[in-house]
């Protein structure tokens, strides 16, 4: 099987070992080709002969070569055609890599410390993967044989696409599911560097949250394309601030495409129209925030500007924003009354507001979102879609008949829930929503609201333990729409002076 040794030259030859370290290189591959597009190699059996296989594979990685970053085999697919599937399979990784991408060997590696041993030496000194995926089932002693090998990646099974995943990726053990645990454990085995975790695209509420507690190891995302994941809510929720950290996998929707090239073009450009856009910046990398952006609050993640700019003129526009002389539901007066539930209205700037507040709650943990009826309900569904968290809201009025619920939705006793509003001034509606929640053993920490009127709303909530994060604050609303000649600096200034706030 002269197949199986990668040509001479190759930085990636057999026993050679790369310049770099495995996430260097990708991330090199990322920025030369500008694109985080990993290309699976999955040879549909019934359609591909043994013969044609080697053919299959150079066609598909020369159709991909100029839009991806890497390339994924399944070994699956190979081994399934025995001797000849798998020379196939060790011509196309050292062709994959005379083409400059780095190869990661999808094997879902998993056993006891001895055979795992076994598995690495295969996946990296055989067939010379650069990275291969390993199932973490079997604790940290069937991980450790691959993570020995420093200059290679490891890709750890932790919230897969198949339906399936379910019945044990989401069992709960203590306060984390099992697949929080993993993107636990990536973090504190991945004292090389070189660990990172496979999270489906299927999923993207539980990739917001496998994010929140691994902020920095690279993911592989694999379900776009056939499985019908949803590319552009798993790469807001995924992206770190310097837009790498995810590499989108898609098999068969390029490779068994008409024009293969074309399709992997069009995935990378939609990839990169995400990385792209406006977004929210957060916590996980300060350096990476623009210099102007400023925290929503002093618990919670930075708000890009522009964003904030962008919405603030929106409401202003859609008429949510008005000036004159109001009574607050609070008794105070106001010479600026906000009415959010004009947002119904307007799809467009509720998706910006719910991008906004999807960025806040990347920065913290939680189960379930909880909207307050009325104004915050349809921002709740919102964001919901944009997250994938799954939503839930307390009754203003509990029912008389029926089931007699004083909160809509499901859940169970013990999960954290964030509660979202419109607007927040007192903080004491904000109070009575959550009774009911922690009443029915639910943990609240947080609340996100789009406007702080900056009243007094954040000091009573902190008072209670809670810790309020607002897209926007009067104070900014005001200072953008100043600068966006939608009001004069007098109006301002007289509303700043009537309501004290800076």
Known sequence: MAALTPPDGSPYARGVEGPTAFFARLTEACRGHDSLLCVGLDPPIDAVPDAALAAWARRIIDAAADAACCVKPNYGFFEARGIPGLESLAGAIAYARA????????????DISSSAAAYATAAFEVWGADAVTVNPFLGADSVEPFTAYTDRGVFLLCRTSNPGARDLQELRAGDRTVYEHVAGLAVSWNRAGNVGLVVGATWPGELARVRRIAAEPW?????????????????????????????????????????????????????????????????????????????????????????????????????????????????????????????????????????AMAGLLAG?????????????????????????????????????????????????????????????????????????????????????????????????????GLNLHAVLTLAGLLDALVRRGAIDASTAVAVRSALGIG
């Open 219 to 355: 993911i592989l995302l694999p379900g776009v394309g056939a499985q019908g994941g949803d590319l552009e809510a798993c790469l807001r929720v995924g992206l770190r601030p310097d837009g790498l950290g995810v590499v989108v996998n898609v098999s068969r929707a390029i490779a068994q495409a008409d024009d293969p090239r074309a399709a992997a073009f069009g995935y990378r450009d939609r990839i990169n129209a995400v990385r792209r856009a406006p977004r929210p910046a957060n916590t996980r990398s300060a350096e990476a925030r623009p210099a102007e952006a400023a925290p929503a609050s002093a618990n919670g993640p930075a708000i890009d500007p522009a964003l904030a700019e962008q919405i603030a003129v929106g409401l202003h526009a859609l008429g949510a924003v008005r000036f004159g002389e109001f009574t607050l539901k609070s008794g105070q007066k106001s010479p600026i009354y906000i009415d959010l539930r004009l947002l119904v209205s307007d799809p467009a700037l509720m998706r910006t507001v719910a991008r």
């Open 99 to 110: 083409k400059g991408l780095p190869v990661i060997l999808d094997g879902k590696r998993g």
């Open 364 to 464: 913290i943990r939680c189960d379930r979102i909880a909207a307050i009826p009325y104004g915050g309900l349809p921002i709740g569904q919102a964001v919901a879609l944009e997250t994938g968290l799954p939503l839930l809201y307390p009754r203003r009025e509990v029912k008389e008949y029926g089931t007699k619920k004083a909160i809509e939705g499901a859940f169970r006793p013990g999960e954290t829930v964030v509660v979202l509003d419109d607007l927040v001034t007192t903080g004491g509606s904000k109070l009575e929503a959550i009774a009911p929640l922690t009443e029915a053993g639910l943990v609240v920490k947080d609340v996100v609201v789009l406007v702080d009127r900056g009243q007094g709303g954040a000091a009573e909530l902190s008072a209670r």
